[in-house]
C-alpha cells in the first residue's frame, strides 16, 4: 500500500513532489542545518567556541554558519573571496546579515582564496585567530554528509526518482546513501565540468547515481530570463520559491526531462529543495543593475 508523503513534501501534479527542506528552519535552512548539524556537536564535544568557513559574496554556507553560530554560542568567522568587498560589504544582503550575526570577515583576493586547502593558509590562519573549528567551503564533509543522510526517510521508498542540486557534492551524497537500491538519484549541478563526479564518489556509497550536466545555464550563478520567468511562474502556481542559483535550475531541468520523456510513465519524482532563498535578494541587485527581470 503506497504511504502518504510526509511532512513538508509538497504534492506538484501527482507525479513530481518537493521535499521543502527550506522550512526545516528560518535561517539555517534546508541542506545548511543538515550539514552543520553533526560538524557543530562534534565542535562542541571539542570545546572549540570558533567556527571558520570560506564563502563568497553571496554565499549561503556563510549565512548559515554566521546565524547558526549566534543561535547555538559560537563565535563565526568568514574568509570571505574578493578583497574589494572590504570597503562596502554592508550594502552586500547576505554579508550585512552575516556580519549582523556576529561573523568576523576576512576578505582575501581571488588568488589567495585558491589556496583555502593550503596547510601553510591554514596555519596563517591559525595564527591570526587562534583555535578553531574548520568547516570547508560549502560545508561539505564526512559529518554533513552523515547529516544529509536524514534527508531521506522510509517513507520515501515510494518514489523512483529523486532529484537533488549539486554544488560541492555533500548533500547528494547524503541521498545517494540513505537511498533505497531500486531508486535512481540524479543531481543537476550548478556549476561546469566533470569534476562532481570525483568529489561525490568520496563520499558516496551506492552507485545508483547520475549528474544531470545540462542545466547549469551558463555556470555558478549564472542564469537567463527563461529561468526567471520559469522560477516566477512555479511560485506563482504552485506557492514555492526557488532559488536562482540551485533549486531552479533542477526544477527547470526536471520539467524539461519530462517534456522530453526521460522519466518512464508512471515514475513518482521527488525533488530535494535545499533552500538557498537568502540568496535570491543578491540575485535581484545583479538583475536590477542589467535591467532585466526580477525573482519576485
Given at each position: 500500500?503506497?504511504?502518504?508523503?510526509?511532512?513538508?513534501?509538497?504534492?506538484i501534479d501527482n507525479r513530481l513532489f518537493v521535499r521543502a527542506e527550506y522550512l526545516n528552519h528560518k535561517f539555517v535552512s534546508g541542506n545548511k542545518l543538515r550539514k552543520l548539524k553533526y560538524n557543530l556537536e562534534f565542535a562542541k564535544h571539542q570545546n572549540i567556541?570558533?567556527?571558520?568557513?570560506f564563502g563568497g559574496a553571496f554565499s549561503n554556507h556563510i549565512s548559515a554558519t554566521a546565524a547558526a553560530g549566534k543561535e547555538f554560542g559560537f563565535?563565526?568567522?568568514?574568509?570571505?573571496?574578493?578583497?574589494?568587498?572590504?570597503?562596502?560589504?554592508?550594502?552586500?544582503p547576505t554579508l550585512s546579515f552575516a556580519y549582523a550575526c556576529g561573523m568576523q570577515f576576512k576578505f582575501v583576493t581571488r588568488q589567495q582564496y585558491r589556496e583555502k586547502t593550503n596547510e601553510d593558509f591554514i596555519k596563517n590562519l591559525k595564527e591570526e585567530f587562534g583555535e578553531f573549528y574548520l568547516l570547508p567551503e560549502g560545508g561539505t564533509n564526512e559529518l554533513a554528509v552523515k547529516g544529509c543522510e536524514e534527508i531521506l526517510t522510509e517513507a520515501?521508498?515510494?518514489?523512483d526518482y529523486i532529484c537533488c542540486p549539486v554544488g560541492t557534492g555533500g548533500t547528494i551524497s547524503g541521498v545517494i546513501n540513505s537511498s533505497n537500491s531500486h531508486q535512481k538519484i540524479l543531481g543537476f549541478p550548478a556549476l561546469k565540468g566533470d569534476f562532481l563526479q570525483e568529489e561525490i564518489a568520496k563520499f558516496a556509497t551506492q552507485n545508483n547515481w547520475e549528474l544531470i550536466t545540462d542545466y547549469h545555464f551558463g555556470g555558478y550563478a549564472k542564469t537567463n530570463d527563461d529561468l526567471i520567468k520559469f522560477i516566477?511562474?512555479?511560485?506563482?502556481?504552485?506557492?514555492?520559491?526557488?532559488?536562482?542559483?540551485?533549486?531552479?535550475?533542477?526544477?527547470?531541468?526536471i520539467y524539461d526531462l519530462i517534456e522530453k520523456g526521460y522519466f518512464p510513465k508512471g515514475s513518482k519524482i521527488l525533488a530535494i529543495h535545499t533552500g538557498g532563498l537568502q540568496g535570491i535578494e543578491g540575485m535581484n541587485q545583479k538583475l536590477k543593475q542589467q535591467n532585466r527581470p526580477l525573482i519576485v
Open positions: 500500500m503506497q504511504k502518504k508523503p510526509i511532512k513538508n513534501t509538497l504534492n567556541d570558533t567556527l571558520l568557513t563565535k563565526t568567522i568568514g574568509i570571505i573571496r574578493g578583497e574589494e568587498l572590504k570597503t562596502n560589504f554592508k550594502t552586500n520515501d521508498s515510494v518514489f516566477n511562474n512555479f511560485k506563482g502556481k504552485h506557492n514555492v520559491p526557488l532559488d536562482p542559483i540551485y533549486t531552479g535550475k533542477m526544477v527547470f531541468g
